[in-house]
DNA sequence: GGCATTCTGAAAGTAAGTTTCATCCGTGGC
DNA sequence: GCCACGGATGAAACTTACTTTCAGAATGCC
């Protein structure tokens, strides 16, 4: 489950950190003393050399080298460099206020911007993450063979909608997004069996697209819902689920990080339909490119 | 210049690999081939002993040390693991193909996904360092202060820019978007001194939007541009620019990480905005939740 | 062509890391 | 209570890695 390549890069240069504190209770006396300076501190560990960690210590060279051999190394050296790296790897967040999501109340533009980012960031990652390649598959199938695409959600999600809309418009499929739910509903009524409806929501518990997905659930259309939450209501009337993965703070920062992670559901679909017949996706962006051409200033600069 | 974060990061464990790229032309002959394989594989020189990579760019110890103490490294071993660091710090991409951006035609869903996801959470991350925080804190200023804002954008910016215009107008500010031109133009015509105008081009060259910031301009008004190119002509139209760092591969892709990266930024405007006053803020945003709370089902979920 | 300057590696020297081994200490058997 | 045993430990010997020194080579400048 796309983890092959992330499995390599774990044994590669990550966990051995969590590794020694597992093993930890296994070891000696003296050894646990090592063990703890060094999971107390890796980048500090991998600063100093092995005298100088074994007076930290209070032992000697050599149990330091049978702590570096307890734990799968070579030798103090190469200990000492896949500590640096397993270090440098965690990556701080600008500030520890910045993780929980929440700006503190006297936070200045830099912080902001940081928290901000390293959330988004983050809800990308880690949506793209837990997607399931094999759903997406079957979603993209869906897509590919319908006679007609209906993309739902309301408020913030209403833009990821029309946004998806556009973008299938834009590759010549047969795409809607509707604003208004009664036209939402008209509209679901009109689909069958072949067509796709797909509705966003965050929370999950959008009433209005709950009600028009069940509606095209009932015409006989194949329904997918996005959410965040895997076991939310709309869940219960989409025949696909696709999740994502925003820690949105609360609901007073607003639809930031989950707008993100959903848009990056949506382009990973766009591309997988696109990807199922190349040649036509690409003339029909050629075409639209064009289409725009004109409202598009040359990028010489005319003196002031 | 919200370099102050940044510049301790740098200063503690990144740029090394750069730096020295930099220094290279202005190292001795001997100097550059360690340099040179330095710099082609980092994780692999930090495997090396001094002997071993000495070797390896056929030349001394001595000239070995003479490069660690060039490039500000007081000797091997710091840095050896100086390197480690670094290369494990760098993000390996899921896979090699998956940097450039665009989809090679055999690709299955799980490559797209580790694809688009590691572009845009780059997107993010990068519009995020090179985000100005002082131009950020005068439009805010600017929007905290303007009578009205108006935010004008087209096709793929055009969700943005209504993305922000809703948020605002959550939060209680006066703010337009219009996704007509003419509409767009007789509103910016109506804007005066203490108004606003906010254009959002992705290349900076879409002439709708820049015609209407002009406008706005000369009526008075603030003009803001968010565009990925700091010198595209929406620039020359505008009092603030604010700039994405979206490497947006081909037009082909449609616009993706560029809007993540637009939506970053907004986002932070927005809560910067929001932060200027955050009890009417937050009463705003609360009565507005209740207000869509009776289109929310509970997620107590019913029997099948 | 001579001189200064920089670059370079051999060799010597120093520090770091590794191995060996004697000692210590606790445990269990007699 | 004594002794044998085995693991844990650090001192010291040893090896390897790193650093410095220095003299020769190369380069460039009068």
Known sequence: MAKTTKVSATHESSGLIVHISGLLPSLSPAEQRVARLVVADPADAARRTITDLATAAETSEATVIRFCRSVGMEG?????????????????????????????????LAQIIATISFNDARAVEETAEQLDPAVCEQVVDAITAAGRVDVYGAAASGFVASDFQQKLHRIGRTAFYWPDIHMALTSAALLGKGDIAIGISHTGTTSDVIEVLQQ???????????????????????????????????????????????????????????????????????????????????SARRSR
């Open 76 to 108: 103090y050296p190469q200990l000492r460099i896949r500590l640096a790296a397993e270090a440098a790897r965690r990556i701080e967040p600008p500030d520890a206020r910045v993780v929980g999501g929440d700006i503190p109340p006297g936070a200045d």
């Open 216 to 298: 095209a659930r009932a015409r006989g259309a194949t329904t997918v819902a996005l959410t965040n939450f895997p076991r939310s209501p709309i869940t219960e009337v989409a025949d696909f689920v696709l999740t994502t993965a925003a820690r949105e703070t609360t609901y007073r920062s607003g639809a930031m990080a989950s707008r993100l992670a959903q848009l990056t559901v949506i382009d990973c679909l766009f591309v997988g339909v696109a990807a199922r017949n190349r040649a036509k996706a690409r003339r029909a962006l050629e075409v639209t490119a064009e289409a725009v051409q004109p409202h598009r200033v040359t």
